[in-house]
């Protein structure tokens, strides 16, 4: 429910009310998500540089935000950030699992969650109005590049990984996701990012650095639950 059904819904919702750029940059906020609720759920305080991250990341979303200007984009990222905490929350979940239950197999928790976790998001699918389907070769390679290749294939890429890098490493080239996403946005839909979004996305992408540069220093192992995210 946490991970298919809140993270992929909300963040389809985002994009439906808003832009994929920013969507992108506040869904990544994850690990800043993890790091806050692990103190209280988990019992891993946060300490050192970990808190020049948080104020970072609440700096970021701050200005992105921007509460005083509040526009009809303010929707979008609210869920784009809800997003974020359900897929914290879902790794949260997965840790405890795996600390309960050492040795249970990866790949069939992952199919098991995204079984179950997509059954409300078909039900959703068939309540809310929608026209008829127009099965174009564009729809058609979307849908097909969304199921093969941005989940199939990449969840079976990061699990790869994860099981052959440090923590740190990983988490760093998962900073690639939202670069992209934002470049992307920006050449092929004209999303052109306010000077005011450009800081927060660059004080929400410091905040991951230090984030992972942390991970790496510390030398962490990961926690073979964390292929959940």
């Known amino acids: 429910m946490l991970q298919t059904c809140g993270f992929t819904g909300m963040i389809i919702w985002a994009l439906v009310e808003g832009g994929a750029g920013k969507t992108a940059v506040l869904t990544y906020t994850m690990p800043f998500w993890v790091m806050v609720l692990a103190w209280p759920l988990l019992g891993e305080k946060i300490r050192g540089a970990q808190w020049f991250a948080v104020l970072s990341s609440v ?33 949260i979940v997965a840790k405890k699992l795996h600390q309960r239950v050492p040795d249970m197999d990866l790949m069939s928790l992952t199919a098991w969650q995204m079984l ?55 988490s760093m080239t998962s900073l690639l996701a939202p670069v992209i996403g934002v470049l992307a946005a920006w050449l092929q839909l004209g999303e052109t990012p306010t000077p005011g979004e450009i800081l927060g996305m660059l004080l929400i992408g410091l905040a991951l650095l230090i984030i992972s540069l942390h991970s790496m220093r510390a030398k962490e192992v990961v926690d073979p639950a964390m292929g959940q995210d």
């Open 59 to 91: 700096m970021g979303l701050v200005i992105i935000l921007d509460p005083l200007h509040l526009g009809t984009g303010w929707f979008s990222m609210l869920l784009a950030i809800l997003g974020g905490v359900f897929w914290a929350i879902s790794v």
């Open 116 to 170: 179950f976790g997509s059954l409300p998001l078909v039900v959703v699918a068939f309540m809310v109005p929608a026209g008829p389907i127009n099965w174009t070769p564009n729809f058609i390679g979307a849908v097909l590049f969304n199921a093969v290749l941005c989940n199939a294939l990449a969840w079976l890429l990061w699990l790869y990984a994860l099981q052959h890098l440090p923590a740190g490493i990983a």
